[in-house]
T-cell receptor, first 113, second 113 residues
Framework: EAQVTQNPRYLITVTGKKLTVTCSQN?????MSWYRQDPGLGLRQIYY???????DKGDVPEGYKVSRKEKRNFPLILESPSPNQTSLYFC????????????FGAGTRLSVL | DAKTTQPTSMDCAEGRAANLPCNHS???????VYWYRQIHSQGPQYIIH???NNETNEMASLIITEDRKSSTLILPHATLRDTAVYYC??????????????FGSGTRLSIRP
């Protein structure tokens, strides 16, 4: 089954404790993105990647890092989480070849205390 | 991307057809109409897209007016599981840019038993 898998689904952590949210897709998609969703603000893009070893900042990259060492994986790293990063996070992917359909993961609800 | 407008909320009886309208009067000739939905706090889910002809898949039908300035998403036999926020957006088919997806406020569809 074609899917985007995020882990963990829920995470509670404390300020300053480094964490990684993993994202993996099995559709051989070139494009991958990370979004955060906050009430009243909609989806905002954090980082995106157009292929292996190619990443770029989205609209709200501060406090986040990403890497794209393999085509299927696109982890989101919070080196020193802060309470304002408490949010619902989604990973998404799409193929470069037409249709322009984004496939989203189930989401990771992060709380930073 | 062209802007879209949708009603804030709608409701529909279970088993009946849910018809969700969307206006996109500034749509360009090469832009497609896409529909996604988001069930509470889950990842957004692609439903259907089209250019100018009516489209149907296993989830829904999409009716686009001849002038392409508006469209209607039809869920033929709504169930309680169709309760979600539905987003109508317009995008080009081939996109090599940051590929971020921007949803508006969408329509909150409630299915009543």
């Amino acid at each position: 089954e074609a899917q985007v898998t995020q882990n963990p689904r829920y995470l509670i952590t404390v300020t300053g404790k480094k964490l990684t949210v993993t994202c993996s897709q099995n559709m051989n998609h070139e494009y991958m993105s990370w979004y955060r969703q906050d009430p009243g603000l909609g989806l905002r893009q954090i980082y995106y990647s157009m292929n292996v070893e190619v990443t770029d900042k989205g609209d709200v990259p501060e406090g986040y890092k990403v890497s794209r060492k393999e085509k299927r994986n696109f982890p989101l790293i919070l080196e020193s989480p802060s309470p304002n990063q408490t949010s619902l996070y989604f990973c998404a992917s799409r193929t470069r070849q037409g249709k322009n359909i984004q496939y989203f993961g189930a989401g990771t609800r992060l709380s930073v205390l | 991307d062209a802007k879209t407008t949708q009603p804030t909320s709608m409701d529909c009886a279970e088993g009946r057809a849910a018809n969700l309208p969307c206006n996109h009067s500034t749509i360009s000739g090469n832009e497609y109409v896409y529909w996604y939905r988001q069930i509470h706090s889950q990842g957004p889910q692609y439903i259907i897209h089209g250019l100018k002809n009516n489209e149907t898949n296993e989830m829904a039908s999409l009716i686009i007016t001849e002038d392409r300035k508006s469209s209607t998403l039809i869920l033929p036999h709504a169930t309680l599981r169709d309760t979600a926020v539905y987003y109508c957006i317009v995008r080009v088919l081939w996109e090599s840019s940051a590929s971020k997806i921007i949803f508006g406020s969408g329509t909150r569809l409630s299915i009543r038993p």
